[in-house]
């Protein structure tokens, strides 16, 4: 069979339509292939099952009469089989044991006069319904109708998730059974839900009331980015919100309508101060006096592993295990500074008395001893790859986050894998520019290199490949308060990643999947889904040619859309000059594009005479801070704190040298410094602007200080030296490091860094 399961990468122009259909399916089936003529789906249609079918597959088609009818307005019966419905226009669901599929796969025949979902399992046939959904139009229309079309179709991975960060902003239930539809309707059939956190539990326990009581309230929260003032400042308002047993019940129960797995996440031993908040004896230090976190990060203060805390955390997991009827627990382990373990006599003593020689070793102990716990019930654990740390519990399963190095060793050492990496899966990442987008953590993740990501990674033998069992995107909350701004950040990459857990193996057409999505994206309308319109931007890259020039070329992911532009300021329409070619600039000029699909662009090209031209350094810049030497002279200024690609920074002081060629008037030279004070990069305590002819003798320099106010928010710092009719060819920058963090701030003693945009050269 595996023969007819190829993975085929069809042009959506070229394969994936007939003359009269289209097909914008995600993810797209193993094997495809369209037919002409379309079923045409009436009042008078019925969804038809075999008499004594399983209470499942009915279920499943109830729910599929249910989900047209809020798509497309028509209601559908579902009725058993007989002699007459065998022979109509109906929309058959059967059971075929014959089939090898595996669990999830199926057959989906559609022609003008019947439609047949087969599969060996119910679950099978949830996902032919899934594709019949994505087949039928998207809103109401008079006769909607599913394009004739056969597929054979089962997944790549039997692990392909979600996780929703729940414990920096609580999420409502109703939200959170409107994100595993949308899962449900990519064929995603992992759903990780982060339920406990330093800024809140999320989970009512009962025989430990006072984990939602305190543990699920903050005081309040931080405002802005983590970095962005200083001091940090707060908004004094109270968050919390948690979900009783009986809400989980509800959630699971409708997950399991829909195939979808809950993974709980309780977090240990780290990410634990709303527990200690709630009830201090579990940490290393109880007179301390937690209180549940206000800002984002990593604390110190983790569980101590004390004989009470088992006790606690196997309280705890007893029901959840009740809740959650999954496979797999998932215990966190990442991010656990070992500060407090350190510092407590209890824990060096409990070290030695278990030849442990590190406190990696001391995590590695807590978490087997977790482990152990949850085999003894029948479930499974998954953690980040820190549980790989001082060595791996025997049966865990690896979630690789940080990078795909952890997923390796662990596949390595025979363990299964998620693959989850950040570059790649972090769906809280930037999407499109930081200075237009909404704030977020940081990072820089498109549609397109969400797309490009293969789970497996080539260091693996054939036979350690098979660990990797799935691929995971994750969404945290951190700057995320609403569910709007969740599914924002969320979709559609999470759908680009639904395709890759789904496709077959072998290099993806970002193009084809483009084009199907744009045109699936009206269904996500449907579901009133506030998904990003990425897909629609409009990028811009430069090259410089022989007389000074710079020449931009505008991009854009969606293929079909024209793109129209202005040069001269005034926000363009479709009666403006449309792009058919690079556009070559003389001066500096701000381009503002459109396309009809929605798409924008506002982006400044500064021209001036360092552009494009070498330089050296005499003090290196930050390691793969300027990695080509070209940022400095590139012509693309600094625009947001948000965004690190533009800088160049430096940990030590800076000294470069710019090359213009030629002697040639210079009047004025500048460059732009970040301050952000709360993450230690302080603008330099000096600069020093001079200007040579020959490179040796700077006779004509001008030497000023960054003056600026430590406190307040981060900001951009300009640095001018004017010299007014000055000849030269050569202008050097030093910049001097302001040294450490002065006493009161968080990292006092530490050595500050500083950062750099464009030498601007007129």
């Given amino acids: 069979m595996k023969h007819l399961l190829i993975c085929l990468l069809l042009s959506s122009s070229l394969f994936a339509q007939t003359p009269d259909n289209q097909y914008n399916l995600i993810p797209f089936p193993a094997r495809f292939s369209g037919q002409n003529g379309q079923f045409s789906v009436t009042s008078s249609t019925r969804v038809v099952i075999a008499p004594a079918t399983d209470a499942s597959v009915k279920a499943l088609a109830q729910l599929f009469a249910s989900q047209v009818k809020t798509a497309n307005g028509l209601a559908l019966t579902v009725a058993p089989t007989s002699p007459a419905l065998a022979k109509g226009a109906h929309i058959f669901f059967t059971l075929n044991k014959k089939l090898v599929l595996g669990d999830e796969g199926y057959k989906l025949t559609v022609t003008p006069t019947k439609v ?60 959170v059974k409107k ?134 955390l196997q309280d705890v997991l007893t029901e959840v295990i009740a809740l959650f009827p999954g496979k797999y627990i998932h215990i966190g382990g990442d991010e656990c500074p070992k500060t407090a373990w350190k510092n407590s006599a209890f824990c060096q003593d409990l070290m030695k008395k278990n030849n442990l020689k590190d406190e990696h070793e001391l995590q590695s102990y807590f978490i087997r001893r977790i482990e152990k716990f949850l085999n003894s019930k029948g479930r499974s654990i998954i953690g980040w790859d820190e549980i ?7 049966n865990a399963t690896v979630m690789s986050w940080r990078g795909t190095e952890g997923g390796i060793a662990a596949a390595k050492q025979k363990h299964n894998v998620v693959m989850s990496p950040n570059g790649t899966c972090y769906l809280d990442y930037y999407q499109s520019n930081p200075a237009t987008e909404p704030l977020a953590i940081g990072g820089y993740l498109p549609l397109d290199q969400v797309y490009a990501y293969e789970p497996l990674p080539t260091e693996l033998s054939a036979d350690e490949q098979k660990y990797i069992v799935g691929v995971q995107g994750n969404i945290w909350t951190e700057y995320l308060p609403t569910p709007e701004s969740v599914e924002y950040m969320a979709f559609p990459r999470a759908i ?27 269904k996500l309308d449907v579901m009133s889904v506030n998904y990003a319109k990425r897909l629609f931007d409009i990028s811009a890259t430069t090259q410089a040619n022989d007389q000074g020039q710079i020449q931009v070329r505008l991009s854009k992911l969606d293929s079909d859309s024209r793109i129209f532009y202005t040069l001269n300021g005034k926000e363009p329409n479709e009666k403006s000059t449309e792009y058919i070619g690079p556009i070559t600039l003389t001066k500096t000029t701000t381009i503002r594009a459109m ?71 210079v009047t004025k030279v500048s460059l732009n410094f970040l301050k952000i004070i709360m993450n230690r990069s302080f603008p330099p305590a000096s600069v020093d602007i001079a200007i040579s002819k020959d490179g040796k003798d700077f006779k004509e320099a001008i030497s000023q200080p960054v003056t600026y106010d430590l406190n307040g928010p981060w900001d951009i710092l300009p640095v001018v030296a004017d010299f007014k009719t000055a000849r030269a060819r050569y202008v050097r920058i030093r910049a001097k490091n302001a040294g450490v963090c002065p006493a009161g701030h968080p990292n006092a003693g530490e050595k500050t860094w500083f950062a750099t945009d464009e030498i601007v050269v007129e």
């Fill in 496 to 522: 680009a990643l639904a395709e890759i857990g789904w496709m077959q193996t072998g290099p993806h057409n970002f193009e084809d999947f483009a084009q199907r999505l744009k045109n699936h994206l009206p």
């Fill in 388 to 394: 790989l740390e001082g060595g791996l519990a025997p």
């Fill in 179 to 312: 994100f595993i539809d949308i899962m449900a309707m990519h064929k995603q059939n992992t759903f990780h839900w982060h339920l406990t956190e330093d800024q809140g539990w999320r989970i009512e326990i009962k025989k430990y009331p006072k984990l939602t009581q305190v543990g699920s309230k903050r005081a309040e929260s931080i405002v802005g980015q983590y970095s962005q003032n200083y001091p940090q400042q707060f908004d004094g308002k109270p968050s919390g919100g948690f979900y009783t047993q009986e809400e989980i019940k509800d959630v699971v129960r409708y997950a399991q309508s829909r195939f979808v797995t809950i993974i709980p996440e309780i977090e240990m031993p780290g990410h634990a101060q709303a527990a200690l908040a709630s009830y201090p004896e579990l940490g290393c230090d109880p007179a301390k006096g937690y209180q549940v976190a206000t800002k984002w990060g990593v604390s110190d203060q983790v569980y101590c592993p004390s004989e009470k805390t088992f006790t606690f």
């Fill in 116 to 175: 047949l979902a087969e599969a060996s399992t119910a679950k099978g046939l949830f996902y032919a319904a899934q594709t019949m959904r994505q087949l039928l139009p998207a809103g109401q229309t008079t006769t909607p109708a599913m394009p004739a079309c056969a597929i054979t179709d089962k997944p790549r991975y039997g692990y392909r998730g979600l996780m929703l960060d729940a414990g920096r902003y609580f999420m409502p239930v109703p939200f």
């Fill in 595 to 665: 396309t009809q699909t929605g798409g924008r662009l506002t982006q400044t090209f500064t021209l001036h005479k360092g552009k494009n031209k070498p330089y050296t350094y005499a003090i290196a810049p930050d390691s793969n801070s300027d990695p080509k030497t070209t940022k400095l002279t590139d012509g693309v200024r600094g625009e947001t704190p948000r965004d690190r690609r533009q800088w160049t920074s430096f940990s030590g002081d800076m000294d470069v040298l710019v090359d213009l060629g030629d002697v040639t008037s």
